[in-house]
C-alpha cells in the first residue's frame, strides 16, 4: 500500500484535512448535520491539538484544512487560531456568520492576504424562507457578516443547502451575491443530507459512505470519513463513518482511511453533489 503522501499526491485521498472545532452553535437549523444547537455539548478540539493536528497533516502531505463546527466563532480567540493555522496549510472557515460582528471582525483583519476563505451559509434569497430553518434574523446577519468581511478584503465563500431551491430563487440568490461581491466560483449548492437533525425530520438524501468524499475529519470523539460522517441525531452520535477513536498521531487515522480507500475510483463519490 502506498503512503498517505502519495496516496495524496495520487488523488486516491482527498488532500484537505477536516477539523470539527466544536460542536455548540449559537442557532440550532432544521437540517444541522451535528443537531448543534446552544444547548449542544462543546465537544471542543482545543487549540493546541488543532495546531498538532495541522503540523502533522503538512508532514503527512495534505494540502489544506477545512474548520467547522458547531460554530467556530464560539470559541475565544478563533481569529487567532485561525491566523497559526494558516501558516501551516491554506484553509476554508465554516460559519453561519452571525457572530461575525464588531472586535471579532477586527480580529479577523489578521487574516487579509492569508490564504483564509471565510465560508457562510445562505439558503435562499428570500430572507423568510431562509429564516425558516436557520432561525429567525439569520438572513440579515449573513449579509451583514458578509459586507464586513468583504470591507476588510476578506475572502468569502458561499453554501447553499437545499433540496428544494427553484431556478427563480437561485438567479435571485446569485445576484444577491454578485452584489456583494462575491465571485460565482465561490457559491457552493448541495442537497440537504439525510444526517443529524435532518434524518430526525426525514428531509434530505439517503447517501451511502460511498457517496461522501473521503475527506479525512477529525473531532474529538475520533476521525471520521468525510465532514458529514460525525453527525448527530437524536443525540445520539454517528459511528457508522468512524475510522478510528485515535486522533494522535495523525498518521494512525490518515493510514486507516486509506486502508478504507483502497480500489475506489476518482469521482466516485460524486453523483450526489456532496460537498
Ligand atoms: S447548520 Fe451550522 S449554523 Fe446551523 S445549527 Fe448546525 S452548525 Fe449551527
Redesign the pocket.
Known sequence: MESVNEAIASGLLPGRLWLYANFD?????G???????PSAAPRRLGREVMLELARQARELGFEALGV????PFLIDGMPALLSELSELLPLVV???GSLLVGAVLDELEVLRGRPVRLQL?IDSAVPAENDRL??PGAFRATVEAIEGLRSRGLAVRVAT?SSSIGEQDLECLRALLSELGVPPDEHVVRPVVRRG?ARDHQAGLEVTRGEVPPELTITADGAFWGPFGPTVSGGQLATDLLVTPTILPLSVPAEALLELVQGRLPGEDARKGIR
Open positions: 452553535c449559537n442557532l440550532a437549523c437540517y444541522c448535520l451535528t443537531g448543534s444547537s467547522t463546527g458547531g460554530e465554516l460559519s453561519n451559509s436557520r432561525g443547502t437533525r
